[in-house]
Each structure stands twice: as C-alpha cells, then as structure tokens.
C-alpha cells in the first residue's frame, strides 16, 4: 500500500514538471532573449532640430517651420523608430504639451496653430513604440507676417524686366520711333469684306460684342472699329454698329464720327447707324439677328468679348450669305467663330490688331514688351533645360520657389 502511494506521489510530481517545461516553451520560444520580450532600450535621439518663421505667400505670422535630422535608429540604424512626439511650450525648459505624433522618415512640419508674434519652444523626441529618446530642444521663435517673400524673388525680376520693356518701348514710340508690328492676315480679310459690301451695295455690320467699356477687348474692339470706319467713310458704304450697353454706344458714336472727319466726309456720318439695342444676352443676339435678315449686311465683323451668343449671332450670318470676320480673347468661343466665319482673330491678335491699327504708343509699348518677353521666356526655358542636362543646379534652383 505504501509503495502505490509512493508510485502515484512520483507520477504527479512528474507530470508537473513535464506541464512546467511545455509552459516555459511556449512562453519562450527558441532564439528568444530577455531583450526581445522586454525592450528597455530607448533609441537615439534626433540628430538636430530647427525652427523658424515659416516664408509662403499666404503667412500672416501663425505658422512656424520645424526641421530635424532622423534619429541613427531611424531606418539606416536598429529601425525600431514608429515616430517622433512633438511638443511646445511657452518657457524655456519646460516639457511643454504634446503637438502632434509625426511617421518615422519625416524631417519637417508645419505648425499652423501659432499666435503671431508669440515665441514658442519646442522639442522632439524618438520613439520606438516603448521608449521615448532625449528630447531634442530648439527656440524660441516667433511668427511674423512676411512683407517680402525672397523665394519668390525670381518672379520679381522677370516682373521688373517685362514692365522696364513695356516703358522703355512705349516710351520710343511716344517719340515718334517706328516700331515693327508685323500686319496681320485678318486686317485684309477685313479690308475685303467692307470692299465686298461696296461693290454689293450692302451695309457693313459691326458688332463690338456685348462687354463693358471697361474690358479690354472692347477697347481694342473700338480701335478697330475706327479703322474700319475709315474704310466705310472713304468708299461710302453704310456702317451698322449694333451695342449691348449705353457707354459702349456713346463711345462707338464718337469713334465713328471722328473717323468720317478724319477721311473728309463728316456728311456720310449716320447717327442712326449707332445702336443700342439691349443689356440682356440673348436679347442683343436676337435683335441683331433681325438686322441680319432686315438689311442684309455683306459683311458681318465680330470684335470683342463675346459669350454664349457668338454662335447664335455667326450661324445667322453664315445662313444669311455675308462674308465674316471674328476676332476674340474669349477662348471658350473661338471654336465657334473659326467653325462659322471666314476668318478669326484668335486671342492675342486681338489686340495685336488694334494697336497696328491704332499706332497707340501705349499699346505699342505693351505689344512689344509683352513680344521680347516671350523671347526672354524661351531663352530661359532652353537655358534651364541646358543646364539641367549638364548638371548646373544652382542654376535651375534659382527659378524654383518653395
């Protein structure tokens, strides 16, 4: 009997040991170490960190810049860094509250919660997902609004160089040089339509779109209106200018009667040719469509800013047989001018137009400088390409802005 109780005692005792050693296998694995199931060891801290004003367009003194090297355990080292804590604080040594949880590889943030003129201390520290790094200090700074954005200093000097052009031309034209602008195709493609009305005995209607005499278009478009009341004057012909707003038509009367003056016939002159028809859209298209299909015009010439009614009013002209030139800078509406006229003004020849017509010095000035611009343009672009290609950095550097 005692020697079962012994046999039974010995089992258990076992048996237990046999459980303990499964249990420590499974709570230690082959090739495990202390280290590896508690890690106690922080990781490097970052290498340097910066602060600054932070230099962009939109700052008005609430952001700040921060930079810093990677922690050595950060990829090239142990790469146990998750991340880096920011903080910031008011006083200088203090811990400061957490500001944000920023990915490992990171090297700069932003902190656009900054009070303007507030200086600020901050700190960064690694961390590997156990263990925080020393932290790292830098400050104060302090946000500022920027009165000059030195990276965007490239753009000041091509401004300074384009408009120093425009004066210096304009101002040789206002002396009386003779400034070369090549004449464009269209301006013969006008001179035919209104000789084609003279020879039909025809009207000539102008339409100076439907702008405001404030736009830019409207005012190349009465330039051009001038010239080709001048043609109309000399051969006789009746001009029809149809308008969409009362300053436009008190401006195309005057340009209109100036011009019969300026040929000697102030008597062929027709006020009544100067008309106001309607501010609204489509009312304007519809009633010049009327004049369309009234007095069959020979010649339909669209000068301007027009919008969605240039369609309606070239597809009537074109059914109605007249000979048309366009000339716009509304992009949107030139498929549609070049699709149904017989010749347009795309863009640029707009006003490139009025000012060989017109000789203005001032929009001479402007013609050409905006011309050699182009050229500098060019020549900086294949200097930048060059440059790339041979490996010249700073060069191409200078002209990127942050």
């Not at 005792?13 to 230690?28: K, P, R």
């Not at 278009?217 to 006789?236: E, F, G, P, Q």
């Not at 949107?332 to 137009?353: I, K, N, R």
Request: with cysteine.
């Amino acid at each position: 009997m005692v020697r079962v109780f012994h046999i039974l005692l010995v089992s258990s005792a076992l048996i237990m040991l046999t459980a303990g050693s499964v249990q420590a296998q499974e709570t230690a694995l082959p090739g495990d170490t202390a280290s590896d199931v508690l890690d106690t060891v922080p990781p490097g801290p970052p290498c340097s960190l910066t602060v600054r004003d932070y230099l962009e367009n939109s700052d008005f003194g609430d952001k700040i810049e921060i930079e810093w090297g990677l922690s050595p355990d950060d990829g090239s080292g142990a790469g146990d860094v998750t991340g880096y804590v920011l903080r910031r604080s008011l006083a200088e040594g203090e811990v400061g509250e957490k500001l944000d949880e920023i990915t490992n590889g990171t090297t700069r943030y932003i902190d656009e919660s900054v009070e303007p003129g507030t200086e600020y201390y901050y700190s960064l520290e690694a961390y590997d997902g156990a263990n925080s790094s020393e932290p790292v200090l830098a400050g104060p700074v302090a946000g500022r609004a920027n009165m000059f954005q030195w990276s965007r200093l490239p753009v000041l000097v091509l401004m300074v160089v384009f408009f120093a052009m425009v004066a210096w031309f304009t101002a040789a034209a206002g002396k009386g040089a003779k400034l070369f602008v090549r004449r464009i195709p269209g301006l013969n493609a006008i001179e035919e339509a209104v000789g084609r009305a003279t020879e039909m005995g025809r009207p000539v209607l102008y339409v100076p779109g439907i702008g405001e005499i404030d736009n830019i278009m409207t005012i190349a478009s009465l330039n051009i209106l001038s010239h080709v009341a001048k043609i109309t004057a000399r051969y006789d012909t009746p001009l029809i200018v149809p308008t969409a707003r009362a300053v436009v038509m008190s401006a195309a009367e005057e340009v209109v009667k100036q011009a019969y003056a300026e040929v000697g016939n102030p008597d062929a002159y027709n006020p009544d040719n100067i008309r106001y028809l309607s501010d609204a859209q489509f009312a304007f298209a519809g009633a010049v469509n009327g004049i369309m299909l009234r007095e069959k015009p020979a010649a339909n010439l669209y000068m301007g800013a027009f919008w969605a009614e240039s369609l309606l009013l070239a597809e009537t002209g074109f059914e109605a047989g007249a000979i048309q030139v366009a000339g716009t800078a509304m992009v949107s509406q030139l498929p549609f001018f070049v699709t149904a006229c017989d010749f347009t003004l795309m863009g640029e020849e707009l006003y490139a137009a009025s000012a060989y017509l017109s000789r203005e010095p001032k929009l001479l000035g402007g013609l050409k400088g905006s011309d050699w611009m182009k050229v500098v343009s060019i020549a900086l672009i294949a200097a930048g390409i060059i440059a790339r290609a041979v490996g010249l950095e700073s060069f191409v550097a200078w002209f990127q802005t942050q």
